[in-house]
Nanobody, 120 residues
Framework: QVQLVESGGDLVQPGGSLRLSCAASGSIFRINTMGWYRQAPRKQRELVAAITRGGGTNYADSVKGRFTISIDNAKNTVYLQMNSLKPEDTAVYYC??????????????WGQGTQVTVSS
C-alpha cells in the first residue's frame, strides 16, 4: 500500500558528508512521522533521527549536532543530511514511515535500506 524508496547511500571518507532521501508513495492519506534507522553488522537496528509532520525532531545522542532530518510534506519525502561522518556511522540506513492510509487505517512501513560506508 505504501512504498518507501531510499537513495543517497555511498562510500565517503571520514569527515565527509552525505544526504539521504526517502520518498513515500502509494495510498497515503497522511504521513504522521518519518524516521531513519540504521543497522551495523552484528548490531541491532537503532533509531538515528525522526521527524513529525509538524516538524518536531528527535535524534540519537551519537548524531546530535552532525545530522539533520527534514521533511517535504508536499513531496512526501524525508531527508537526512549527515555531516562530519565517522567510521562508526557505517551501516545500512533504513527509512521508516508511520502513515495513515485512510481515516481509520494506519501502518508502519520500511524502505529497503541504503548502504553508508565511512572509510578512508
Amino acid at each position: 500500500q505504501v512504498q518507501l524508496v531510499e537513495s543517497g547511500g555511498d562510500l565517503v571518507q571520514p569527515g565527509g558528508s552525505l544526504r539521504l532521501s526517502c520518498a513515500a508513495s502509494g495510498s497515503i492519506f497522511r504521513i504522521n512521522t518519518m524516521g531513519w534507522y540504521r543497522q551495523a553488522p552484528r548490531k541491532q537496528r537503532e533509531l538515528v533521527a525522526a521527524i513529525t509532520r509538524g516538524g518536531g525532531t528527535n535524534y540519537a545522542d551519537s548524531v546530535k549536532g552532525r545530522f539533520t532530518i527534514s521533511i517535504d510534506n508536499a513531496k512526501n519525502t524525508v531527508y537526512l543530511q549527515m555531516n562530519s561522518l565517522k567510521p562508526e556511522d557505517t551501516a545500512v540506513y533504513y527509512c521508516n514511515g508511520n502513515v495513515d492510509t485512510g481515516l481509520r487505517s494506519r501502518g508502519d512501513y520500511w524502505g529497503q535500506g541504503t548502504q553508508v560506508t565511512v572509510s578512508s
